[in-house]
């Protein structure tokens, strides 16, 4: 009989080791996150520097650069896993008969 008293302990995963794994599964949504905090970061350093813009053109402007990035990463993403799904396996399979 185990000693050990909780079953689940072994699959157990602290968060850093859960965002790596999903960072293997679809490598695109990180980029895109780090991409969005990115440009969030510049907009607020540039926050200080835009001069007579005003503050709502100026906030746009930096929500729309971060939709993009996002959106793109996202469409990369998708488009990667089309190309591993319906290039990569139908060679493999081909290649295996």
């Known amino acids: 009989m185990s000693t050990d008293t909780t079953p689940w302990s072994s699959k157990t995963q602290s968060p850093a080791s859960k965002l790596i ?14 991409g969005f905090a ?10 200080r520097t835009r001069g007579n813009t005003k503050m709502s053109v100026h906030l746009i402007h930096t ?7 996002v959106v793109g990463a996202v469409t990369f993403g998708v488009l990667y896993s089309m190309y591993k799904e319906y290039v990569v396996k139908p060679r493999e399979a081909n290649l295996s008969k």
Do not use: H, M, N
């Not at 794994?21 to 780090?34: A, H, L, N, R």
């Open 21 to 34: 794994d999903k960072s293997k599964e679809s490598p695109f949504v990180p980029i895109g996150v780090t």
């Open 63 to 69: 929500r729309v650069a971060a939709q993009a990035c």
């Open 38 to 47: 990115a440009i969030v970061g510049l907009g607020l350093y540039k926050l």
